[in-house]
Nanobody, 125 residues
């Protein structure tokens, strides 16, 4: 079955870096756009970044532009989120999600059909 497994979360000091990975299985991940979302306690889940199937298009939320970089290795069915200059407000559970299209223009949860279980990112001040 379709599976997305996130890894790479953890505890980091403010200003530090983490790299999240999302490994897809049970489907041909290289054909689909993949996004990263996050949800902090008491807040709604929000989109962080998205990358098209061939990696040619990317999207970033304003709050992470210039600090986060999304990339993918289709040969390894993996999408990465490199997070630099982390802030306490970046702390959340981070989820990866796969859409049913090569690229999407509506960055909402409804555009993504498969979700991982999430990985916790904690940023200490």
């Amino acid at each position: 079955q379709v599976q997305l497994v996130e890894s790479g979360g953890g505890l980091v000091q403010s200003g530090g870096s983490l790299r999240l990975s999302c490994l897809g299985s049970g489907f041909t991940m290289e054909y689909f756009a993949v996004g990263w979302f996050r949800q902090a306690p008491g807040k709604e889940r929000e989109v962080v970044s998205c990358i098209s199937a061939n990696g040619g298009n990317t999207y970033y939320a304003d709050s992470v532009k210039g600090r986060f970089t999304i990339s993918r290795n289709n040969a390894e069915s993996t999408v990465y989120l490199e997070m630099n200059k982390l802030k306490p407000e970046d702390a959340a559970v981070y989820y990866c999600a796969a859409s049913g299209f090569e690229w999407i223009t509506t960055m909402t949860e409804a555009s993504f059909g498969a979700w991982g279980q999430g990985t916790q990112v904690t940023v200490s001040s």
